[in-house]
């Protein structure tokens, strides 16, 4: 078990089995030394969680989870894309989130917090990031939040 996994195992995080694509697209691709995972939602064992709009059926709190859990998820395909060896990160380059938010919303920033913050817990100062946090009229499925992101692998 790497440095990393002993890492989530601290943090009480279990990472699922990466979802399959619903779409015509790719979980992750890599290219070099960057890979680009998909976007992930907030799916938990193959169920939607935090169905709604932040500002109306989801609050603060909860759409921070959401956020978090989407984190989880792109962990997961990374573990993937790096043959199940996450020590093999050089950083997470860049989330960009995607808040389902009601109309003149502005927290999207401490939403995405709850992704940005799980970078940092496992990869610390290699999982400072550049990002962007951006409100949304709709995702797929009614979902929360979702999130894509960019990491440098070894």
Request: one cysteine or more; hydrophobic letters at 40%.
């Amino acid at each position: 078990m790497g440095e990393i996994d002993n890492r989530l195992k601290a943090l009480g995080v279990d990472l699922p089995t990466p979802a399959k694509p619903v779409a015509n697209y790719v979980p992750f691709v890599k290219t070099g030394n960057l890979v680009y995972v998909s976007g992930q939602v907030p799916n938990l064992h193959g169920e939607l969680k935090f169905i709604g709009r932040v500002g109306k059926e989801i609050n603060m709190e909860d759409a921070k989870k959401a956020a978090r859990l989407c984190g989880v998820n792109l962990l997961a395909h990374l573990k993937s894309a790096c043959e199940g060896d996450l020590d093999k990160v050089v950083r997470c380059v860049k989330l960009v989130g995607f808040v389902n938010a009601i109309e003149g919303y502005t927290q999207q920033p401490e939403v995405v917090n709850g992704c940005s913050d799980l970078m940092v817990e496992v990869f610390g100062d290699k999982g400072r990031h550049a990002r962007s946090a951006v409100g949304a009229g709709s995702l797929p499925r009614n979902v929360a939040v979702e999130v894509e992101a960019v990491f440098e692998v070894a």
